[in-house]
């Protein structure tokens, strides 16, 4: 197997996840509960926050759903609110906590090693394509992303197989060549819907190596991405 293109996850793989996507999602319920403590409390449960805690795990929507995930899942609650309100709000929060948003460790020089190496490099995410851009723009990876993807650009959102076939069709990449690399159950389904090569999972956000069993390959992050490419190790099931 030739790998040619890299489509990569953004939140827990490329930035990280837990301190910004905590952040927003306390605003978000904080805002929307006007002071109200038991519905803030129901509104983070709804969402899988974790209670305590300071890593959010895949059950959190702020993780690994959709924009339009949460909503439903808050909707029950806020049925005085429209969902094109409480998605624009919950947007602008995003959009606030993501600007201060930090690079995994390595993981940008990474990236530029890639880009050198002749690597088609490519993002999906489930946040909107304004915020992915945005992110790029502010990491300085516009001159090694030739392909950006979330919920909202037309291919559909994650596991579906959508903005992964848009990415081998903007190359000319056969699904073979194509490496998916993501935090959650849902970006190695995506590689699995689309039937891409490889699947590696990163243990740098949401998931847990149990969590990401289906993948080919489990690394710590994708700093370690050398490990399975070509010149690395074979890319058999293994956990790095």
């Known amino acids: 197997m030739v790998v040619r293109g890299l489509l ?17 999602a306390r605003e978000a319920a904080a805002l929307f509960s006007g002071g109200d403590a038991a519905l803030e409390r129901a509104l983070l449960g709804a969402a899988g926050y974790p209670e305590g805690g300071d890593r959010m795990g895949i059950g959190c929507l702020f993780a690994a759903g959709t ?7 808050w909707g029950p609650f806020l049925p005085h609110h429209k969902a094109a309100f409480l998605a624009e709000r919950i947007e602008t929060i995003g959009e606030a906590a993501m600007a201060e948003a930090q690079a995994i460790d390595r993981v940008l020089e990474v990236i530029e090693s890639l880009k050198d190496q002749g690597f088609i490099l490519g993002i999906a995410t489930n946040a909107t394509v304004a915020s992915a851009h945005a992110s790029v723009a502010r990491l ?22 959508g903005m ?22 849902h970006d190695i389904r995506t590689g699995r819907n689309a039937r891409l090569g490889l699947c590696v999972g990163v243990l740098s956000g949401a998931g847990t190596a149990a969590d990401l069993s289906e993948a080919d390959v489990i690394l710590p992050s994708l700093a370690e991405i050398s490990r399975c490419l070509p010149g690395g190790a074979p890319a058999g099931r293994q956990a790095v």
């Open 8 to 24: 990569l996850d953004r939140d827990g793989t490329i930035i990280d996840l837990h301190a910004p996507f905590l952040q927003i």
């Open 140 to 161: 300085g990876l516009g001159d090694a992303m030739s392909f950006i993807a979330g919920c909202d650009s037309g291919h559909g959102a994650k596991p579906g197989p």
């Open 67 to 73: 924009h339009e995930e949460i909503i439903a899942a």
């Open 164 to 185: 992964a076939e848009a990415f081998c069709a903007a190359h000319r990449l056969r699904p073979e060549e194509v490496a998916i690399v993501g935090d959650t159950p």
